[in-house]
């Protein structure tokens, strides 16, 4: 019971004492808005989806944007994206969510986003936010579909948000790496390899056999079709969308979530991802890479915080602007806001601890799906690389898949090694090399956020653990992308023994037969 206070006027009680609860300013920023998505079948779009829906559930609707598929009509689309573990807490706290998911089915890749008539006037009628997060991720996309998705989907959508009365923020999700060719950078924008206009008309001169030819020559130093993309894209941003509340938000390298919606969430074998996911299996033996470089990578949960975060954070200064507009000129005419969500210049890694940190927790966990004993390293050397792969991954593949075809089976080692090499290649653009990040505005926007804010939208990498975070993570990609629990956990740890002995005893044959061949030739020389 509470202790009763006299006072004049009427007694108030201890509870009455009580400050309420500090109310979240973003999610007052979403309540009653209406957000446009794109990207919602992707890994960062759905984890958006999921996290306004959630911490954000008075927004009024939030329509998603998804290529119509044949045979599948809107409610299968419906149950695949909120389907899995992912969305359980959501479904938990938000049992009514789907009432505010609207979808449109666009694509990317076609003209004007795909939209008909009436949707596209319901967007233009209705939206206060804009997410952007679609895009083709595929290193090795022919240059013609990823600028139609990458970049001139980019300058449909700006068109259209420009006839948009109601805009509050626009974020575009783009890449850390965007401008990879620089070694510095920073939270502005940089000369594009070309113009988007200048880009399509190119693409509409040049039939694909031509343009194929001549695509090294378009790209310059970028080395993949994405990032370059990515670069021309931000051009477009500043340039045709600078009268807009608008943003470009930079994520690195995008890894599992620390605890959001669940913790250790991963969909995809992208990236640090695949790397992790192959070592632990023992098929990945050898990257190309330098250990002493950084390995700049992100939470999920905490990229998606930030994102939702800079959208609030771009129509406050907006709104602000709007009281100055009288006596000047509209900020959003001078300067388009730029947010690199990045880890380094807060709580850096370098590749020898994330390689170190993943042997330490992989071994921790084995799973009965391993291939082979853990025995991955980085090598700063091509040659030596080079070198490694051919003795641990072609030759072991050729003689695994001649067993194979004895034994009456169809051989597939080979094949699935040369995927691993592609894959090994691409990334390896990004473990030999450093850049060096500045993230002021990230930092600034942090610094804004109340404390509430601060629980519900986490994002700050200061004083983060990776040891904690990678026992999670691999956890995670066991669960989540193996489809393996921690009930297999006592079969894993047998397999795990078995191929180690194993794997040495292979290693001591083979080390012993070299010692015999190199005695033998020593001995027809002297």
Not at 124 to 149: G, L, M, P, Q
Not at 228 to 245: C, M, N, R, Y
Not at 332 to 359: H, M, Q, R
Not at 423 to 451: C, H, P
Request: aromatic content about 12%; proline content about 4%.
């Amino acid at each position: 019971m509470y202790e009763t206070i006299e006072r004049e006027g009427g007694d108030i009680t201890a509870a009455d004492m009580v400050l309420p609860e500090e109310s979240s300013e973003i999610a007052r920023f979403y309540a009653d808005s209406t957000v446009f998505l794109t990207g919602a079948t992707g890994f960062l779009g759905k984890m958006c989806l999921e996290k306004l829906l959630r911490d954000c559930y008075d927004v009024r609707k939030i329509y998603v944007m998804i290529r119509p598929k044949k045979g599948k009509d809107i409610q299968t689309r419906f149950d695949e994206i909120f389907d899995g573990p992912n969305m359980e807490p959501l479904k938990r706290k938000n049992p009514n969510f789907g009432s505010k998911v609207v979808f449109i089915n666009g694509d990317c890749s076609l003209p004007d986003l795909g939209l008909n008539d009436e949707d596209r006037a319901k967007l233009i009628n209705e939206t206060n936010c804009i997410i952007h997060c679609a895009a083709t991720v595929r290193f090795d996309e022919k240059i013609r579909t990823a600028t139609h998705i990458n970049v001139r989907a980019v300058i449909d959508l700006i068109q259209m948000a420009k006839q948009m009365k109601n805009l509050k923020a626009m974020i575009y999700v783009s890449t850390a790496f965007s401008n990879c060719i620089r070694s510095e950078i920073r939270e502005e924008f940089y000369p594009p390899p070309i113009t988007g206009r200048k880009l399509l008309s190119l693409l509409d001169a040049l039939d694909d056999d031509k343009l194929d030819k001549i695509t090294p020559i378009i790209m310059g130093d970028y080395p993949n079709t994405y990032v370059f993309t990515k670069a021309v894209a931000e051009d477009v941003i500043k340039t045709e969308g600078k009268t807009l509340p608008i943003a470009v938000f930079r994520p690195s390298i995008v890894i599992a979530s620390v605890k959001e919606p669940v913790a250790g969430w991963i969909d995809n074998l992208y990236g640090a991802t695949g790397v992790l996911v192959g070592a632990a299996l023992g098929v990945l033996r050898s990257l190309h890479g330098k250990i002493e470089n950084g390995a700049e990578m992100v939470p999920a949960d905490f990229v998606v915080n930030c994102a939702i975060a800079s959208a609030w954070d771009i129509a406050s200064a907006k709104s602000i602007n709007e009281n100055r507009e009288k006596n000047g000129k509209n900020q959003f005419e001078e300067e388009v806001p730029v947010y690199n969500f990045v880890s380094s210049p807060e709580a850096g890694i370098t590749w020898d601890i994330y390689t170190k940190l993943a042997e330490k927790h992989a071994k921790q966990v084995p799973s009965p799906l391993l291939v082979w004993h853990y025995f991955f390293a980085l090598r700063s050397s091509r040659i030596h690389h080079l070198i490694a792969v051919f003795f641990l991954h072609t030759i072991p593949a050729y003689l695994v898949d001649f067993i194979a075809v004895c034994l009456g089976k169809k051989p597939m080692l080979v094949k699935g090694y040369q995927k691993i090499n592609k894959f090994a290649d691409v990334i390896s653009y990004f473990s030999s090399r450093e850049w060096k990040f500045t993230n002021a505005n990230v930092q600034s926007l942090w610094k804004k956020m109340g404390k509430r804010d601060r629980e519900m939208f986490e994002f700050s990498m200061k004083n983060f653990n990776w040891d904690s975070y990678f026992y999670t993570y691999v956890r995670g990609t066991r669960a989540y992308l193996l489809k393996d629990p921690l009930t297999t956990l006592p079969q894993g740890t047998v397999k795990y023994y078995k191929l180690m002995v194993l794997h040495y005893v292979v290693m001591a044959i083979l080390f012993f037969g070299f010692y015999k061949f190199l005695m033998f030739l020593l001995g027809l020389l002297f």
